[in-house]
């Protein structure tokens, strides 16, 4: 369907052409030739449009000079923008009853490539008609195509030759449509492009005064006028105030019912021959310059009404026919704006999209990921001043229960009034994030003060009036610092979310700062749990064997086995490596069993090969404390004879015999049943009662190493010594005194009356082939001085 307010202004171009009626021309005949001999067709025809008829400015094989529109096959060709074929009109259900179809000259097949006017306006068609179906390709239309673009390049010409125009001469309204399209498409000041084809318009018509402006739509969906560019040539002195005024905050027309608006609502061309005298000028701003004469043309852009240019006092006043004259260039102007337009809507659109990718939409913070690169900035920007990046991990306390009481609307209200507070404590170079939810990321540089921290959970204690309800609320916080914690982004945040959980565990309402220390532990834990399997699946754990001494026999008593992890990584790895980090898991058992098999099998060995060494291993608490401690140790000595089992001690931590009493002695009890003996380690760091330590059935206490390292130089350690040594004597217990590492330790210690010693001042652990050929030296040495 033909939009109406294009069709006028088709027509009006059609007119301002000045072809219809007019003689056939050469130029226009040998085209449509070219055409009927190329295609071998019946006919080939320059059709025009007017109102109510087609009619024929060349025709080849066709008799009639016009047809009423209505029949007219071109007519749908011009409503689009490349060729219209139709291959059997007698198949296609827009043409099978048309009476060129079914009578004279009986239309089968029809091509037709739409023509345009210099300004643009479709006035026509160079088309190929037979009487017979036939089938062509696009491809093979392309002449036709090229045929009508010589139709157009005529048209243009001729337009151009002619030069009438009764106000405006087409030579100068071509420059000025060259003009426009340069500025407007190599200029970004929108009001200098304004006001340069204000100029020519002025220019062209004689006008005393004029303005451009641009048609936009209020809320309400009311047309009102932004102006562009106004003159202020007719502005008296007395007015100045109101031209500056103007351009300064930008003049708007929303008056719909004066001479301006007036073409906003009808689309119409708007002439006054006396201003002065014209109902329709009412309204006029006071102080506005005097009106003799005005025109008020609307610009459009296809069907689209987007601009309104207005002249005023020119010498003989204005008519329709000038507006005519003049549509190139409102064309032109009307393109051009569509152009700026659509320019604007796509930078904001991308604008649109960048704040939807990088800003929270509700508090306007910037999002996790714009927040990344922020951080990441700044985090740079640290390293080279050598400064500090405090990340703070906020999550709200009580937020939940106020979105559930109150709804979405109230919580959306909280949040961004706790946004707002997170920025007024921080500084213009902080940051402040909205990761999601009510979780909330400050990153703060250079803070050396830990009320800073403080400030902020103040801000969001403040009571929140939201209408009629006063919400209380609070923070958790979760704090690390680069370079203290020297990790990535992801990392600190994760650890400052970390801090966040242990401040909410803590009571919330208040930060905490992330603990590197503990964190390291952490995932060293979690990393060895994960590798134990492995180690112990592919034979990794290995015993190394640290000797005793007997101080009076001055022979190796036995053994100390000491867990040892061959890791693949990392080489050989000592117990306080990997130990504590399995302790209370499933691999405290299991480390726990591999040692007592492997202990146990070497005493088999030693029992085979007449060795009388003992072997003593250390059992962690949790799986001596644990309810199938018995069953493993049992299992263990499955067949074991009682001259093996006594020679396996079981080391057992003085503290462990603390934690529970009752499940202690039960175990120590099952040890004497199973023939096993055990030895109390660390002897002295506990705080055991004498009660207790009369009824704990260990047969040896191991001396702990910190009281006789520094037992020669710290009277209270040596008294500690004594008093076990004696202690132990009383309750005719084996002392052994480890970490002797001189010759002068082991000479008091003798003195002390101590009957064992193990430390580097005889040997450090090491695997057992190693070991054995140590004891067996030391042993053969020990016998020479005794018999030299």
Known sequence: MTNPGIEKRRLAALERLGILDTPPEERFERLTRIAKHYYGVKTALFSVLDTERQWFKSKQGFEAVETPRSVAFCDYAIQQDKILLVEDATKDPRFRNNPLVTGKPHIRFYAGMPVREPSGFKIGTLCI??????????????????????????????????????????????????????????????????????????????????????????????????????????WSPQTQALFQEVERRGMVFDRLDNILGLPMTTGEVIVSADVASDSRAKGLPEGHPPITSYIGIPVFSGDQQIGLIGLANRAGGYSVKLANELEPLMQTLGNLIERKRLYQEKREHQRNLEQAANYDALTGLPNRRRMTELFEQELEEARKREGLVSVCFIDLDGFKEINDQHGHAVGDAVLKSVAERLLGSVRAHDVVARLGGDEFVA?????????????????????????????????????????????DTDQLLRHADQAMYAAKEAGKNHYVLFDLDSHHSRKERIRVIEQMGAALAQDELELYYQPKIHFGRRQVEGFEALLRWNHPEDGVLGPGHFLDHIEYTEYACKVGNFVLEEAIARLRDFHSRNLPYSISVNLSPSHFLGPGFREDLERALCDCPAEIRSRLILEVLETTALDDTDRVLEHLAACRELGVDVSLDDFGTGYSSLDLFRRLTAQEIKIDRSFVTDMLTNPDSEMIVSAIVSLSKSFRRRLLAEGIESAEAEARLIELGCDLGQGFFYSKPMPLAPALEWAACFDWESRRDRSA
């Open 443 to 487: 990153i703060l540089r250079d803070v050396d003060d830990e009320r800073v921290y403080a400030r902020l959970l103040e801000a969001i204690r403040e009571p929140i009036s939201y209408r009629r309800h006063v919400l209380h609320l609070s923070g958790s916080m979760g704090v690390t610092v680069y370079p203290e914690d020297d990790s």
């Open 129 to 234: 008609i037979d009487d017979r179906p036939r089938q062509f390709t696009e491809i093979e239309l392309d002449v036709l195509r090229s045929l009508a673009s010589i139709v157009e390049d005529e048209l243009e010409r001729a337009y151009l030759q002619a030069d009438d125009g009764e106000f405006a001469k087409v030579s100068h309204l071509s420059r000025a449509i060259h003009r426009a399209q340069n500025v407007f498409l190599t200029n970004d000041n929108e009001h200098a492009a304004f006001e340069l084809m204000l100029n020519d318009l002025l220019t062209l018509t004689g006008s005393q005064f004029g303005f451009i402006g641009e048609i936009l739509h209020g809320d309400d969906g009311a047309p009102f006028l932004k102006v562009g560019a106004i003159t202020n040539i007719a």
